[in-house]
């Protein structure tokens, strides 16, 4: 979710007519309050098959846009080295003697490496989030294609958006998984943005980035302000990045300890600490073959 305003797992309470084809969206019916209505429990296995191929499509189509995105970007990158090659060669061309090649325009010049936020720890302004974290993000929170209202009653959809006036959707409207990615990524701006605010000129991983992304997209910018998350910041100050990682646990909704948000946090913890993006969720196989987490 991506709002400090809920903390926990969106829990939808209005019964939508469950269809069979999990690549349109139409596939995704929500949990039903507890207390209104129960599911028997030989739905219940279908009904985690159909979240998790909810969530394996939006992966699919994330990892093709990212594709394209970076076959844009070679593209333009060739383009750009084109242009320098033919500038050098104009330059070296012009010149009568090799001191003249000084006088090259620095802006065409061509990098020979670039820093690998991997590798090393780089400053958050040139960061984004990363791909690996995307998936991991919409595995954590889902894939709903059909507006629903969360625990606390805000109409929600897509991987835990917060409906917007200027979204134009009401409880009961369907969008697509494109949808669904535009707000995603847009959200994603918000918390990177909430995150280089919150480190500051803290150099980090990639991955320690993606961990606090994950963190500000889950609990709010406002929960992890100095007021609210003062251990946290004290570690920021002090790079002290032990000390951040054992303040990425937040695990209680409404005063009360989710099941959900330790394993979120767990997670979370693994990926600043080891880059790890893996589900810690064990994983059972009861008498019937069944799988559950």
Sequence with gaps: MSTGAKLESPIETEAIPVRSDPRDGSTHPPSPNPKKAERSDELRPALSWMRGQMVQELVKRLRRKHRSKIGA???????????????????MGLSTGASDISAFDPRYSISLMDLDPTEQRVHAMDLRVSETMKEALAEE????????????????????????PQDGLSVGDRITYEQAIAFLESDLEKAEKGVKRLVGDLPIYQHEFDALVDLVYNVGEGNVSESQSPRLNRAIANADYDSIAEQLEYTTAAGKVARGLQYRSERRQSIFMEASYEDPRAVEVDKAGRISA
């Design 73 to 91: 970007e070679l593209r333009g990158r060739m383009r750009k080295r084109k242009t320098a090659l033919a500038m050098s060669a104009a330059v």
């Design 141 to 164: 929170e889902g894939v709903r294609l059909v507006v629903y209202r969360d625990v606390a009653g805000y109409p929600t959809v897509g991987v835990g958006h917060l409906i917007t």
